[in-house]
Antibody, heavy 121, light 108 residues
Framework: EVQLVESGGGLVQPGRSLRLSCAAS????????MHWVRQAPGKGLEWVSG????????GYADSVKGRFTISRDNAKNSLYLQMNSLRAEDTALYYC??????????????WGQGTLVTVSS | DIQMTQSPSSLSASVGDRVTITCQAS??????LNWYQQKPGKAPKLLIY???NLETGVPSRFSGSGSGTDFTFTISSLQPEDIATYYC??????????FGGGTKVEIK
């Protein structure tokens, strides 16, 4: 069974940094592209970033480009999101999601339960 | 970026009713469209991929159709467990994956 468990969320002041992690199990992690998708409280879904199986292809939403960095460690079956220069509008539940294949094709086939990031002074 | 306009934003229907949700893309996205279901307090779930293909394990009362800019999601016979918010999502542009605004489905 595919399991994705996010961690690292919390309350952080504007302008500070936070690093999210996603621990994957139940599948061959380095066979699949992965994504981060977020959902602000009471709002819809927003894709944040995606990464191919070998980190060779990476994409970001315009809203986080230059501030967030996605990475993965296939040896540890883990996905990461380094978030710098955080803003109030980054407040959201952050989901880790598994794609259908090795390249980021844009299918969010499996999701974790999310980790909440709150940016506030 | 490609904009996805989903309608209605909410609807109320009776058990057994046929429910239809539409999603319009701001440009041609071929069939690069998925549909997700999100129940309250839960993560989204992929229901339909490539506009019309049913994900494994998803009940056959769910279906999708369309191509180009206009897409439709249908629940043929609404069940109480279908109460959720439904989202369309395009993957034509892999550097800017976008979702529709969502449709909240309630039981009348």
């Amino acid at each position: 069974e595919v399991q994705l468990v996010e961690s690292g969320g919390g309350l952080v002041q504007p302008g500070r940094s936070l690093r999210l992690s996603c621990a994957a199990s139940g599948f061959t992690f380095d066979d699949y592209a992965m994504h981060w998708v977020r959902q602000a409280p009471g709002k819809g879904l927003e894709w944040v970033s995606g990464i191919s199986w070998n980190s060779g292809s990476i994409g970001y939403a315009d809203s986080v480009k230059g501030r967030f960095t996605i990475s993965r460690d296939n040896a540890k079956n883990s996905l990461y999101l380094q978030m710098n220069s955080l803003r109030a509008e980054d407040t959201a539940l952050y989901y880790c999601a598994k794609d259908l294949g090795a390249a980021p094709a844009g299918y969010f086939q499996h999701w974790g339960q999310g980790t909440l990031v709150t940016v506030s002074s | 970026d490609i904009q996805m306009t989903q309608s209605p934003s909410s609807l109320s229907a009776s058990v057994g009713d046929r429910v239809t949700i539409t999603c319009q893309a701001s440009q041609d996205i071929s069939n690069y469209l998925n549909w997700y279901q999100q129940k309250p307090g839960k993560a989204p779930k992929l229901l339909i991929y490539d506009a019309s293909n049913l994900e494994t394990g998803v009940p056959s009362r769910f279906s999708g159709s369309g191509s180009g800019t206009d897409f439709t999601f249908t629940i043929s016979s609404l069940q109480p467990e279908d109460i959720a918010t439904y989202y369309c999502q395009q993957y034509d542009n892999l550097s800017a994956l976008t979702f529709g605004g969502g449709t909240k489905v309630e039981i009348k």
